[in-house]
């Protein structure tokens, strides 16, 4: 499942994670941590759509 930023388009691809902040591939949306942010323009998890 993949979700994308809805301020600057990131994508954030479940199967990729983001190893660069920590979130193993396969990390599900849901079980990042509230506190993570777009690792592009540093919004919160509440400014991404499913895609």
Same mark, same amino acid.
């Given at each position: 499942?993949?979700? @994308?930023?809805? @301020?600057?388009?990131? +994508? ?6 983001? /190893?660069?902040?920590?979130?193993? /591939?396969?990390?599900? #949306?849901?079980?990042? /941590?509230?506190?993570? +942010?777009? /690792? +592009?323009?540093? +919004?919160?998890?509440? *400014? #991404?759509? *499913? *895609?």
């Amino acid at each position: 499942m993949k979700w @994308v930023c809805d @301020v600057c388009g990131y +994508v954030y691809d479940e199967a990729a994670g983001d /190893p660069d902040s920590g979130i193993a /591939p396969g990390t599900k #949306f849901e079980d990042i /941590p509230n506190d993570w +942010v777009c /690792p +592009v323009c540093g +919004v919160g998890k509440d *400014q #991404f759509s *499913q *895609q």
